[in-house]
């Protein structure tokens, strides 16, 4: 069983070893590397007040899928894309986004239009009763479990995340109109706009010739000081994706992670070539 998946047992539930030899003995409980708490819940290894379950999902989520979530449930009923994304002033692929996340976590869910005209009907999205969504989520331990997995099976895991960022963040982008001229600063708020949307909290600084994003929240904190060539490199990727699907000059040249505790810095670099 993976180390990070195994429970604590009382010592008295750990099974007698058969071996004969005068050394055997059960593992030290301080070699275990999971512990129940009072309440039953399991601890990580090395995780003080972590527990495998995530809270309810309502209370977990970001302030932009919150909003998105607030407007489905005073609808009282279907609601297409666009129609919320109006509502909350969202990007049309930013909401759908957030209304698919809000269907994976059980918070909603997604279903064809009744329609009666000829047409293919519209995708809408309805809110599901409080009561009936809220349950035990596992997220978090996806989220190690996936990374692990990437991290332990992939030749080269910080490329091929980026890779991932790049194709999520032209997706979550709000590209221009193809006659409009991004300059730099407008590049930056666009990102800007994408980052704390996704739960990054952004603070364009910098100099005109190195511009800088600090970044004091990531919402993937925990995973990413386990996994930092994964995550950071989808963060990374994440913000070339969106500069260059915006047609900003600049990209995103690297990513200082945790230069303090709460703090990020996301080094951009000019390329100069406004594209249209």
């Not at 969106?242 to 900003?248: I, K």
Request: hydrophobic letters at 35%; one cysteine or more; charged letters at 30%.
């Amino acid at each position: 069983m993976p180390k990070y998946v195994r429970a604590t047992l009382r010592e008295s539930d750990w099974p007698a070893r058969t071996s004969t030899g005068a050394g055997s003995r059960r593992e030290p409980a301080a070699q275990r590397t999971a512990e129940k708490t009072s309440s039953g819940s399991v601890k990580l290894a090395g995780m003080s007040e972590q527990t495998l379950t995530d809270p309810p999902a309502s209370r977990a989520l970001g302030e932009s899928r919150a909003r998105v979530l607030a407007a489905l449930r005073s609808a009282g009923g279907p609601v297409a894309v666009r129609d919320v994304a109006g509502q909350v002033g969202l990007h049309a692929n930013t909401a759908r986004f957030h209304l698919d996340g809000l269907v994976e976590s059980g918070l909603a869910e997604r279903r064809a239009e009744d329609r009666t005209r000829p047409g293919r009907p519209r995708t809408v999205y309805v809110a599901i009763a409080e009561e009936a969504a809220e349950g035990r989520r596992s997220y978090r331990l996806l989220a190690e479990m996936l990374t692990g997995l990437i991290a332990e099976n992939v030749a080269e895991p910080g490329k091929a995340a980026e890779s991932a960022g790049e194709a999520w963040g032209r997706y979550l982008a709000d590209r221009p109109p193809p006659t409009r001229c991004v300059d730099e600063a407008e590049g930056i708020r666009r990102l800007s706009t994408v980052l704390s949307d996704a739960g990054f909290a952004p603070d364009p600084s910098g100099s005109p010739e190195r511009p800088v994003i600090r970044v004091r929240h990531c919402p993937f904190r925990e995973i990413a000081e386990e996994r930092r060539d994964v995550v950071c490199g989808l963060h990374l990727g994440l913000m070339r994706g969106v500069l260059d699907e915006v047609r900003a000059p600049l990209t995103a040249e690297r990513l200082e992670a945790f230069v303090e505790p709460s703090l990020c810095l996301a080094h951009l670099r000019r390329t100069g070539n406004h594209r249209r």
